[in-house]
Every structure is written in structure tokens, then in C-alpha cells.
């Protein structure tokens, strides 16, 4: 595993760390911040992703839209490389189990970082689990989280 990521390197390999965008709990200084974990993730840089992002209380939920979609908004998060050793840490805390009504579903999808696009794991919430939440307007859950 590599210990970073060079300006010039690719961004995504599947021999090398992984790429995770994380938008809300996970985020540095929310109360799951991924820098906790084990073995350490490694920061990479802020990105957005097209979306809605939705307050379900003590954290958000993420609902992907693509690029053609009206009305679509700028979520904010961070890109971390992470051992493939993390990601099972990553799906037990986002209750992940391979069922339909699971809370969450793994994405790869493509985010803009520095110019170029990497393919990202995202954690986007089931739509059942939005239905009449408030929706976060800002698309930033750090921001709204201080806030209050």
C-alpha cells in the first residue's frame, strides 16, 4: 500500500489504497472522523459531489444525483486513500449487511478532485430512510451540525 498520494499519480488503482468519499460523521471533526480508524487513512483533498444531503439527526444522508439533473446541489466532503482493511470498519459503522433495507449502499462513483476525476466508495442513504427530513440546504454537514 502506498503511504500517500503524489500530485502526479493516479488517483485510483486497484493494487494501491482506495479512495472513500465521506461527507458527513466521518468527516475531519465529526464524531466518527475517519482519522481514528485503523490503519490510518491517508487525507487526499476536499471535493463535492452532486446530490441532496438530508439531516437524519446525529448524522446526514446522502442522495447521489448525476450531472444531468436539475435542481442538483454541491455536497462537500473529503477524499481519503484507505487500506482495503479499513472498509469493513467503514460498512459496520454505516450498518451495511447487503440487504435491501440496509440504511446505506456502497457507490463508486466518479468525483472532481484538483481537476481530475477519481473513482470514490460513497455511502448514499436508501431514499426510504429521507422520506420527510429535513433537507440541508448548504450541503455541507459540518457547517450545519455547528450550527445547531
Not at 72 to 97: C, F, K, M, N, T
Amino acid at each position: 500500500m502506498k503511504t500517500g498520494i503524489m500530485p502526479d499519480a493516479p488517483l485510483h488503482r486497484e493494487e494501491e489504497s482506495r479512495l472513500v468519499f465521506v461527507y458527513g460523521t466521518l468527516r475531519r471533526g465529526g464524531s466518527n472522523d475517519i482519522n481514528r480508524f485503523e490503519p490510518p487513512p491517508v487525507f487526499v483533498g476536499g471535493a463535492c459531489v452532486h446530490g441532496h444531503l438530508y439531516d437524519l439527526g446525529a448524522y446526514p444522508g446522502l442522495l447521489l444525483m448525476g450531472h444531468e439533473d436539475s435542481g442538483r446541489s454541491a455536497v462537500v466532503g473529503e477524499v481519503y486513500a484507505v487500506d482495503a482493511r479499513l472498509e469493513p470498519q467503514l460498512d459496520a459503522l454505516e450498518g451495511i449487511h447487503g440487504r435491501s433495507d440496509d440504511e446505506y449502499v456502497r457507490r463508486h462513483i466518479p468525483v472532481e478532485l484538483g481537476g481530475r476525476s477519481c473513482l470514490c466508495l460513497v455511502y448514499e442513504i436508501n431514499p426510504e430512510y429521507v422520506r420527510g427530513r429535513p433537507l440541508i440546504d448548504q450541503g455541507d454537514w459540518i457547517q450545519h451540525a455547528a450550527a445547531g
